[in-house]
């Protein structure tokens, strides 16, 4: 009985030694491995770029020189500034005689591999216009704009005054009759165009329109022409209207045919100046 005891006793010893050994075993394996996976996630040979800017800006055919970037190169947390020499600044995309956003490439010499990239954007210069009136009223157009200012503001904002004979002005779109109209400034060296709108009016106190309501449209064969309970208005030039008096509106109807089935057209003319309303009426049986 006495040595079985001692053989259970040596058996226990030896299973605790296992389980302490096993246990070792996986606390050193947990530790490897995670020392593993950290050392995988720390990024070597990778290219950083340092500059002023995010984006570099350039005029169109400019050359483009990056003179404040510099390239880092980071191993293991380690950062060494790079060589012009060690890396290659790719700008096979780039157009720079065309205006647009770009992204350039930096290439690492060592492997040549990609591994980051630039955004630069060509852009022109710019016209600047001030002064520029954009109101007229009909029989009033200033197509000079003598009060006018234009200058040309380059990308580094430098700014260079135009005279007249510099620049041309288009003012062929605009008309002598209310509404909008385009005018074109056009900087021909550098190919540049501004455009802004005027707008033609009528003097606020000018009647611009007729307006007629309530006339009588329809007629039987044989009746003679009448306004009816016609109401004739006068509308300004600031939209404003009155009623007009009879004596200020002459009213031509002599395309009417009394004895004639079919529509007409009536005109009512404003003295004051050329101003006419036109409305059709119609004969039936």
Request: aromatic share 12%.
């Amino acid at each position: 009985m006495l040595k079985l005891s001692k053989k259970i006793k040596a058996t226990n010893k030896k299973l605790i030694f296992l389980y302490c050994c096993i246990f070792c075993f996986i606390i050193i394996g947990t530790a490897l491995s995670l020392v593993f996976f950290y050392n995988s996630q720390e990024p070597k040979n990778v290219i950083k770029l340092q500059a002023e800017s995010d984006c570099y800006i350039f005029g169109v055919n400019e050359q483009i020189v990056f003179n404040d970037l510099k390239v880092f190169c980071i191993e293991n947390s380690v950062k060494t500034e790079l060589q012009s020499s060690q890396y290659l600044i790719d700008l096979s995309e780039v157009n720079n005689s065309h205006i647009g956003e770009y992204y350039v490439k930096i290439v690492y010499l060592e492997n040549s591999q990609i591994y980051d990239v630039l955004k630069i954007q060509i852009i022109a210069s710019r016209l600047v216009v001030t002064n520029n009136n954009t109101v007229f009223e009909i029989n009033n157009i200033d197509y000079s704009f003598n009060e006018m200012n234009v200058q040309v503001v380059s990308k580094n904002n430098v700014t260079k005054q135009l005279s007249k004979g510099q620049y041309k002005l288009d003012t062929s779109a605009i008309k002598n009759e209310e509404g909008e109209y385009a005018v074109k400034i056009i900087y021909e060296p550098e190919n540049l165009i501004f455009e802004f709108i005027v707008k033609v009016v009528y003097p606020y106190d000018e009647v611009k329109a007729l307006q007629i309501t309530n006339q009588r449209t329809v007629f039987l064969v044989g009746e003679e022409f009448s306004l009816g309970d016609a109401q004739i208005y006068k509308i300004y030039g600031d939209n404003t209207k009155n009623l007009i008096d009879n004596n200020e509106y002459e009213i031509d109807f002599s395309d009417y045919n009394k004895d004639i089935i079919g529509t007409y057209n009536i005109i009512i003319k404003y003295k004051g100046n050329d101003v006419t309303l036109t409305y059709q009426v119609e004969v039936i049986n």
